[in-house]
């Protein structure tokens, strides 16, 4: 058996204390063969092991060995939530006088002060965009820890995660590569590709019972017994988490759906009575906004139970998993995002449905490598003797069926996709603005290093190679040098940098050069008696936060908006017709749409597709209700969507907004201020009369609402303003970290 005291031909006797003061003494036998067969020795490896296994602990040892010779560390994860769970993990490093830095924000950021710190944690996007953004010091890194692996299979994230890790590996020749995942089918195949030695287990520190809930039934591969309470009630679910809580246990309950989840949440309110300890946390939850959303959860999180999901801002997110880490919250409702990396072990995991609804297939069947997430959840280590997970059935066939399916089926290979041209246009043009690749032997070669390449012939991409690259020098992304190199142009360097797809930026330009009905102006502004004097008077005014019912930063882009006015709605509505932004659906209740679209008509621009016209429509009504200041919980009302999908559409529409500045920055288009006043609005939410008073720390929407309203409208009027009178529109506290902002 290998110790935690055996590993000091790696480590210092002082990284060893650290551990052993934690309580680790034993490595687990999946842990033992990992470091027996060269981890700190710096080999390459894949280890594939079941949730709770020690992965994490490994990945650790090797960052920390690294980190302790004075090299540096990157480790990626899926998810922001995910980064700031291990970013606090790893602090403890710093005992040891290890630096940590974690990095999940802008995109066009170098982040060259990231470079100081021995361990960094990033999203995969993250990574991606600073190496597209020229960070240096991913050039010298020793060891890559890419967590969550698997989800190469994803069709969103795995082409980003693809690139991102070869990328890595060719600018880093030496570099140790850590792969962790759940079990998978082809894991061999993974290990090949990253040349890495492979662990493979199915062992647990907890031992993790498998069944299903059938007619008041615990089913399981051995045997069954009845589940107690369930002659007294027809809700099977209830019953079980009745018997889990008399165990003084935790449960987990996945739920297909939001409303399902917030449903099951509020049925279980009775079971638990209320605590001081809860009652804190309900006012912490009510403390991030008193939405109806908000209002629920808290209402749950007072009796020990919470629901969780997408649409929960990130901090309520945060609240409701530190109360179930802290034995607070007993039952959390939860979709599967709960399940995705997080550290959320539960004595028993409830799977209600194995079914959820997917737009354009219907209720589709979830994948085996997903239940096993889900299931992997059950047991935690040190505090239970055991852990257990259900799914449900409607009748013996289907017990059947689930026990062949999940319990005792395989996982799912896993297959790259980055052959789609979706993904390869962002791709490949970093490629070559990046300099990874010259020209079309090159680039290859460097295609040949990929996972798609492991997996099937390369060439096989042949055919969309050469349509992206058409595509790209068409549009001005790319050009061909004397030498036949493909060489990044002016705007296909800045696309690559601001991290979108290059056909948002084409969206973008074509449509900026159409002359949209509505939009004409009889005259120019010189002509209306402005003179530069006027001109200039008025930018500077716009630039102190005043209304001057313009939206212009110059004279300049005020002559060249005397041909053309581009409208807040216009400029919206154009950046959720790219690619980069995830529309709203229409349902049957969104008959105000199409009258939406006819009201506007002369702002929006044209879009062949009726359909994506009215989800891009929607979701740019839902934006325009954002910055107009129209009350959070109105808009998840109005759009039927949650405070964190508002949040995570404005963070989207922002980062477009941005970018159409920047591109209009570069090939001035004359909309360069508007776009990004408009790419601040979306940021706070709020009108433009507000941009001013917003700058400060502490002041959000509301607050500067109030102050506007009593006749502070701008920093100078602040300064001069009463104290007392701040004091009593935002609270003493407040109002003294606002004045002394200002002092500075």
Known sequence: MLEIKDLSSWLSLQALELYEGRGYKDLYPPQAEAVERGLLDGKSMLLAMPTASGKTLLAELAMLKAALQGRRSLYIVPLRALATEKYDSFKKFRDLGVSIGISTGDFDKRDERLGKNQIIIATSEKADSLMRNGASWVRDLAVLVVDEIHLLNDPGRGPTLEMTITKLRHCNPGLQVIGL??????APEIAAWLKAEMVSSDWRPISLREGVICNGKLIFSDGESALAGSKTTKDEAMALVKDTLSQSAQILIFENSRKNAEAAASRLTGLIPASEATSELSQSILATGESETALRLANCVSRGVAFHHAGLLSEQR??????FRENKIKVIASTPTLAAGLNLPARRVLIKSYRRYEYGRGMVAIPVIEYRQMAGRAGRPGLDPYGESFLMAKDNSEVQDLFERYIHGSPEEIWSKLASESALRTHLLSTFAAGFARNEVELKAFMATTFYAQQQDPW???VTLGKVIDFLKENDMIHASDEDDLLPTRLGSLVSKLYIDPLSAVVMLQNLKKRKPGTERTGSLKSAGKSAKDLAALAAAAKAGESTGLQFSSALDLERAGRKVFSDLGLVHLITMTPDMNLLYVQSADGWV????????CELYDEDNYDYLLREAKTSAMLMDWIGEVHEEQIASRYRIG???IRRSAETAEWLMHSLAEISKH???????IAEQLAERIHYGASQDLLALL???GIGRVRARKLYSSGITS??????????????LLGPKIAEKVISQLKK
């Open 643 to 645: 405070p964190g999908d």
């Open 594 to 601: 199409e009258e939406f679209i006819d009201q506007h008509e």
């Open 318 to 323: 945060r609240l409701v998993e530190q109360g």
């Open 715 to 728: 920093l100078e009027k602040l300064k001069a303003a009463d104290l007392a009178e701040v004091a009593r």
């Open 181 to 186: 995942s759940a079990t998978i089918a082809n």
């Open 667 to 673: 090939l001035d288009l004359g909309v360069t201020f």
């Open 695 to 697: 700058n400060l720390k």
């Open 460 to 462: 096989n991409l042949d």
